[in-house]
């Protein structure tokens, strides 16, 4: 750029020179406002620190509510919760979008009653699992089979690649922001590998798009788990593993360990068929985070840079797979290292 203005400097004459300078003046402030902009542009925006546990048991927080409030019993539920459409169905639950106090509220009924245990399950995690990982509870209702969660209008990852490709949320669809939710996916199931409850294991995920359903994104952009109905819990000191479902289970988006293992001579039968750790959850990552990176500039920089960590994922040996902590590191590790370069590369071109 130096180089270009002094050679247009050569030929001019005396009575442009003053407009020239001006104008020189004026495109080095430019850049120096956009050098200063460059270092808040590249951090990334803070993700909501809004912490359900700020609230005590048994109390929920949402939106701009400045106190916390009792979840809502049956009779709230049955008199304030207006049920407005529907918004998504599963196995388990119906959901409508509904309004309670003027507000935008979840409201989950059972849809049959065989899949009331299930249902029961789900509501006992989400009550003993309330953090910034997890949709908020606001209420629930065991005698009508209902529950109620903060709604969240970006629906669940399922809808992530529609939502990005809006014009107004351009501006979030880039690697930066892409590789952040996949550090917040890689939070949550580290979260439920640590959770107060002990080790709890996604079960609900035999495939991409199931697994993507099981997750909301927030107007933030970050993710919570919603959808806790399959959770089971291991215990590596008393011996105590999983099996999700009683299924024979096929494909390669589950672990190797949730296969069959005897072959097709040996018919499927659930008591032969050995369970396994929450290292089930680790070898799905990779496919998740890709999924979460896309295809925007950048993403494929992204996906090399966690090359090694994800063929860790994919170890045939749940052992030698690595924690979701060490993923996470590694995520945070690239994030830093990889917004140093974009930052002193824009820096060099200024
Ligand atoms: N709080 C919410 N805000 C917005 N959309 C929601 C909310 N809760 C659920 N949904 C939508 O409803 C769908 C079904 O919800 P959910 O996964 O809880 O049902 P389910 O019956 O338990 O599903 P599954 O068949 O996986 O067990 C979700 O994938 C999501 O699209
Ligand atoms: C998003 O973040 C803002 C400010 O950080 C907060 O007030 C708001 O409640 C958050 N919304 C959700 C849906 O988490
Ligand atoms: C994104 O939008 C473009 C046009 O705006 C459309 O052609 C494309 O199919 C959309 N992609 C997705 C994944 O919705
Ligand atoms: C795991 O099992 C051990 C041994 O039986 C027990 O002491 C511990 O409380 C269990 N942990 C959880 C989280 O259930």
Known sequence: MERKA????????????????????????????????FDRFFISPQHSTKDPRSCPYGYFKMGQMKNCSPWLSC???????????????????????????????????????????????????????QSKHIVTLLGYCEEDNTILTEYHPLGSLSNLEETLNLSKYQNVNTWQHRLQLAMDYVGVINYLHHSPLGTLVMCDSNDLPKTLSQYLLTSNFSI?????????????????????GHRELHGDFIAPE??????????????????????????????VSSFLLGHVEGSDMVRFHLFDIHKACKSQNPAERPTAQDILDTYQKVLNLLRDTVMSQTREML
């Not at 001019?12 to 406002?33: D, I, K, Q």
């Not at 919570?224 to 999700?244: I, M």
Request: contains cysteine; proline residues 4%.
């Open 75 to 129: 009779e709230e539920l049955r008199t304030e919760v207006r049920q407005l459409k529907r918004v998504g169905e599963g196995a388990v639950k119906r959901v409508f979008l509904s309004e309670w106090k003027e507000r935008k509220v979840a409201l989950s009924r059972l849809t049959s009653l065989e899949m009331r245990d299930d249902f029961l399950y789900g509501l006992q995690m989400l009550k003993s699992l």
């Open 224 to 244: 919570v788990a919603n959808d806790l109905d399959a959770l089971p819990l291991v215990n590596h000191s008393s011996g105590t593993f999983v099996k999700c």
């Open 6 to 37: 002094q050679e247009s400097r050569k030929g001019l004459t005396h009575r442009e020179v003053p407009r020239v300078v001006g104008l020189l003046l004026a495109m080095a402030l430019m850049n120096v406002v956009l050098y200063l902009c």
């Open 258 to 287: 949730q296969l069959w293992p005897y072959g097709e001579d040996i018919p499927f039968h659930d008591d032969l068929m050995p369970s396994y750790d929450e290292k089930i959850d680790i070898w799905k990552i990779p496919d």
